[in-house]
């Protein structure tokens, strides 16, 4: 669940940073790119954690997932209102104050994460979930300052952001995926 999502919400990034960097030629080219790989990270939320499995002493697995699914709907409805803006042609300003909502949320799941999951599964598992947390609350903030108030300077600043946060996104959901207890 955990790898599959962070790779598609990473890629759904990736394809706004291009946007915001000014490399597609047409808004709508990166909403469907946006949109379809944010309906993408949905799939994860009926599979199996691969990390959170309850395995570690004292772990509430319940509570733990139910987190990160959070997490992985907020970013997954973001990816597909910035796909429906690229589409239709909305106003950035909504988007800007959604992503807001999902910096804060982003950053509850960091503080969850950082201070629930070094106990009981250890530091592999603590660092795979805070680090991309704390990363999607700061890409959350930049876009919030970025397209609730467009400020000119601050795009390239937030594409380049997005850009890089994005790739170390997906990286860590392939580390995820290739070191994961289950596909040994």
Same mark, same amino acid.
């Given at each position: 669940?955990?790898?599959?999502a ?40 009926p ?11 004292? =772990? ?23 796909? =429906? ?51 999607l =609350? ?33 990286g ?13």
């Amino acid at each position: 669940m955990e790898a599959l999502a962070l790779i598609m919400i990473g890629a759904a990034l990736f394809a706004q940073s291009w946007y915001l960097l000014e490399l597609y030629p047409d808004g709508r080219t990166m909403g469907v790119f946006v949109g379809g790989l944010g309906l993408a990270a949905l799939v994860a939320i009926p599979m199996a954690p691969m990390l959170l499995t309850g395995q570690g002493t004292g =772990a509430d697995m319940a509570t733990e997932t139910t987190v990160m699914k959070v997490l992985i709907v907020l970013w997954a409805g973001y990816a597909v209102g910035v796909g =429906a803006h690229g589409l239709w042609d909305f106003d950035d300003r909504a988007i800007g104050f959604y992503a807001a909502f999902v910096a804060i949320v982003s950053l509850v799941a960091l503080l969850y994460f950082s201070s629930n999951l070094q106990k009981p599964y250890g530091d592999e598992v603590w660092l795979a979930l805070s680090a991309p947390s704390l990363l999607l =609350a700061i890409l959350g903030g930049m876009l919030f300052f970025h397209l609730a108030w467009p400020f000119s300077g601050l795009r390239q600043v937030t594409a380049w952001f997005i850009l890089v946060g994005s790739i170390a996104i997906s990286g860590i959901g392939l580390i995820i995926l290739t070191l994961s207890p289950q596909w040994m």
